[in-house]
């Protein structure tokens, strides 16, 4: 068991925004969560992630409840890249000790290799999301070559492809194949065409996560 | 500069009065300063000469030359904030104008941000250019002022307005040389490091999720301390160029001051003039030096300000 | 006070040498008018040239311009690192909230908008602070000195300087009022371009050029009469203050010739009086506008500290 929700509260102030949500994910299984806007699929992810902590009931993610422990067994793709001010590599190793060949295996997976290496600083160009000098396809590529390089147990995504035109979202959901291969994947979209090929796809309603039939997304 | 500033009330008008007004307010300044310095003159004279008659007349002058300077120069005033008003007035219609007249191609190439600094702060600029503090009046009223003292100070002794001009010069030059212009440049460089850190904090908070997902903490805080103590080495560069400019200021100004001074003692002395003149000299001196700094201060803040007016020239003379 | 001691816990060295310094060229300053005046006596008196006295200013002049630059270096260092201690312990808060609290729209906004304060404070630790400091050990020194050389005549010196320091207190109130009208009208003037910019496509297309230009013209007038009543009243109040501000200077000469001409004081130490006085009522005059800025310091300080204990997040 990858994955164990029993019985999750979490809200804030009086709104329930999960209301004794349960949910059970096999290792390498690949759910997807749908639902509306606003509904709660963020907040279900970020609990899933060790960001937020339940305030009743059980999260258990890779036999770790602890969300600092949670955290350290996940990585996280979600709409905006969330890069750093800082160089790619920076970007990619968050700090950590990474030999050269898992950073430039990272890229590969990214297909961010040959772009890497027309830049005159190549992996220790800075990037800056606002200021331009980056496209939104190459830094979501990138956010995905920093999940690639955690080698996480539990891949969450959370819309990676709904800020980016088709054409680039199609070659983006490429890199997210090689990133959810052989793991344990929780995508929250509101968007099912995304959802191709998952083993199961839930919808969040009301605070709850209700099953659904995938093969109709499909 | 010249030729954008002719451009500019070429498309304006109110040139002639413009100029008008600056020379009406020019003397204002110096004539404080030759009031200041005859009073003190006259004063001394007077505890000289042992006349408290002389001595009550010079206060009473003192203070009614200064009223009749304040009152001449806050009628003028008010003229030129009529004037001043009705030109900003002008230079955001003819702005307004000149955009209305572009094509849309040419004012999607740039973005709203840009046209709405044109806009704003390019003709908040140019004006101040033209009128605000420590720009075009005051360079003018500064050379008015150094013109004056210096020919006053000649009138003297020719040899306090030698030493005078051997210690000013050097100092101005020294001053610009080792404080103003390096100073400039780091202060930029300063506020880049201030932005970059202002990044690196914001992406701490706003990619919160990001940074314990992936345990980057260490990393920023690695980061945002370096960037934090580039702050610190930048700016602590423009303080050792500012100390040396208070050092200079201190030594060369007072070094001026006690030469003339000794100077002037000397030939009170020998009974070469009186305690009273040397006063007035000292006073012109001091007239002298605070000159020189705002004429420094003017044309750096000139050169800062021609900018925004060059961009305002851009925009009324884009014929595209 | 509490918050500046907290600003300054880890830099109380650099503070003391600065204050050292200050305190330094203060005294320097005021030796060496003290020569000047013993010169000035000296020369007329005796009609010698007192070389010690001579030597005795180049030495105070000397020390004065080492103490002036170190108290500008020190001021500057502590400031810097001062401000980088804070900055760091604004670091350090915000990697320690927790993430809930810190997604919470408010606190992540605020938390951000600390910035800006945590800015100001730098810049006026680094500008201001210890010049302001400066120029009350200076007030307060020159103020014991000149009440040891002549105290009737300092008294009756100070006398129209506190006048002086409420009208200018009370007229600054007064300018302050109309200059934030003028703001305001500016304001608007700018939120207008800012919506014809937005708007150029629909504009062209219904021909609303006019339209608007009629609008942006009615708020230039606006803010035409807001300015110029600004710097009517300015004109009028601070011409004024500019005639009121000789008054000082007058009394302190008039007052000061008088007990020279009755030999109760010498034209020296007048002399230094003239030169001294600026020290004592420029800062008078101007203590108003210290301590608006240094109220502004004192109000981003406290908010910087109560988020970073915790009180607020």
Redesign the interface.
């Known amino acids: 068991m990858s994955i164990h929700l029993s019985e999750a509260v979490f809200g804030?102030d009086e709104k329930k925004i999960l209301d004794k949500v349960s949910l059970r994910v096999n290792t390498r299984e690949h759910i997807g969560i749908l639902g509306a806007s606003g509904i709660g699929k963020s907040t279900l992810l970020?609990l899933l992630?060790?960001?937020?902590?339940v305030q009743s009931g059980i999260c258990e993610v890779a036999g770790e409840r602890e969300p600092v422990k949670i955290?350290?067994k996940?990585?996280?793709v979600?709409q905006t890249p969330?890069?750093?001010?800082?160089s790619i590599r920076?970007n990619i190793?968050?700090?950590?000790p990474m030999s050269e060949d898992k950073i430039r295996d990272a890229l590969r997976a990214a297909q961010l290799e040959e772009w890497v290496a027309s830049l005159p600083d190549g992996v220790d160009s800075i990037v800056?999301e606002r200021s331009g000098n980056i496209s939104g396809g190459q830094a979501q590529r990138i956010?995905i070559a920093?999940a690639i390089a955690?080698d996480a147990q539990v891949i969450l995504l959370d819309e990676p492809t709904s800020a980016l035109d088709e054409e680039t979202a199609r070659a983006v959901m490429k890199t997210l194949e090689y990133l959810t291969q052989g793991k344990t994947v929780v995508h929250v979209t509101h968007r099912p065409e995304t959802l191709f090929g998952y083993d199961r796809i839930l919808e969040l309603k009301e605070g709850k996560l209700v099953a659904r039939e995938s093969e109709k997304y499909i | 500069m010249l030729e954008s500033l002719r451009n500019i009330f070429k498309h304006l008008g109110g040139g002639f009065l413009y100029a008008f007004l600056l020379i009406l307010r020019t003397p204002v300044d110096t004539l404080l300063c030759i009031i200041n310095a005859l009073f003190l003159k006259g004063v001394f004279e007077a505890m000289e000469q042992g006349t408290p008659e002389a001595l009550a007349r010079c206060c009473i002058c003192f203070v009614a030359a200064n009223g009749f300077v304040f009152l001449y120069n806050g009628i003028l005033w008010g003229e030129f904030a009529v004037f001043s008003a009705r030109m900003v007035g002008k230079l955001r219609l003819k702005f307004l104008d000149a955009l209305q007249g572009l094509p849309l191609g040419r004012i999607e190439a740039m973005t709203d941000g840009v046209w709405i600094t044109r806009g704003n702060a390019d003709v908040k600029m140019t004006w101040d250019l033209l009128s605000g503090a420590l720009n075009i009046p005051h360079f003018v009223f500064a050379i008015f002022r150094i013109a004056v003292a210096s020919v006053i100070m000649y009138c003297i002794s020719p040899l306090f307005l030698v030493i005078e001009l051997a210690v000013i010069v050097p100092h101005v030059f020294l001053r610009h040389r080792y404080v103003v212009k390096p100073a400039e440049q780091l202060i930029q460089k300063a506020q880049k490091e201030t932005e970059q850190t202002a990044v690196v904090a914001s992406s701490l908070l706003a990619g919160g999720d990001t940074v314990r997902i992936f345990e980057a903490e260490g990393m920023l805080e690695d980061y945002y301390t370096e960037s934090s103590l580039n702050i610190v080495r930048t700016r602590l560069k423009i303080s050792v160029r500012k100390a040396w400019g208070e050092f200079m200021q201190l030594l060369l100004g007072r070094g001026g001051y006690l030469l003339l001074f000794l100077l002037g003692c000397e030939m009170v002395r020998r009974g070469g003039m009186n305690f009273g003149s040397l006063t007035a000299v000292l006073q012109y001196r001091g007239a002298m030096v605070a000159a020189s700094m705002m004429l420094m201060n003017s044309l750096v803040e000139i050169k800062k300000n021609s900018v925004g007016m060059k961009r305002m020239e851009e925009v009324f003379d884009d014929k595209q | 006070m509490k918050q500046i001691g907290r600003l300054f816990q880890y830099r109380k060295m650099l503070v003391a040498v600065t204050l050292l310094c200050t305190a330094g060229a203060v005294f320097a300053t005021l030796l060496w008018n003290r020569e000047l005046a013993l010169i000035i006596d000296t020369v007329q008196q005796e009609k010698v040239f007192p070389v010690e006295n001579i030597w005795k200013s180049i030495i105070y002049l000397l020390l004065g311009a080492v103490m002036q630059g170190g108290m500008s270096f020190g001021g500057a260092c502590a400031g810097e690192y001062a401000t980088h201690d804070m900055r760091m312990q604004y670091a350090e808060i915000m990697l320690k909230c927790p993430y809930e609290k810190v997604a919470s729209e408010n606190v992540g906004e605020y938390i951000s908008g600390l910035q800006n304060e945590m800015e100001d404070i730098n810049r006026y630790v680094s500008e201001q602070l210890f010049n302001m400091i400066s120029m009350v050990i200076s007030f307060v020194f020159t103020l014991i000195y000149l009440m040891y050389q002549n105290r009737q005549l300092t008294l009756l010196y100070l006398l129209p300087v506190v006048f002086l320091t409420v009208y200018t207190t009370v007229s600054s109130k007064v300018i302050y009022g109309y200059t934030v009208a003028e703001q305001k009208e500016m304001e608007k003037i700018n939120a207008v371009l800012g919506t014809i910019l937005q708007l150029v496509p629909v504009i062209r297309v219904y021909e609303a050029e006019k339209l608007l230009r009629d609008q942006y013209t009615g708020h230039i007038g606006a803010w035409q009469e807001a300015s110029v009543k600004q710097e009517r009243v300015k004109a009028r109040l601070m011409s004024l203050s500019g005639v009121l501000s000789c008054v000082p200077l007058a009394l302190l000469l008039g007052i000061g010739g008088s007990m020279v001409l009755r030999g109760e004081l010498s034209m020296g130490t007048l002399y230094i009086f003239v030169n001294l006085s600026g020290n004592v009522s420029g800062v008078m005059i101007n203590c108003s506008a210290h301590m608006a800025g240094f109220r502004r310091f004192c109000g981003n300080l406290n908010r910087v500290w109560t988020v970073m204990a915790g009180k607020e997040v």
Not at chain 1, 49 to 53: K, M, N, P, Q, S
Not at chain 1, 82 to 86: A, D, K, N, R, S
């Open positions: 804030y970020k992630a060790g960001l937020y902590e955290r350290k996940v990585a996280m979600m969330g890069l750093f001010p800082l920076d190793t968050c700090g950590h800056a956010a920093r955690k």
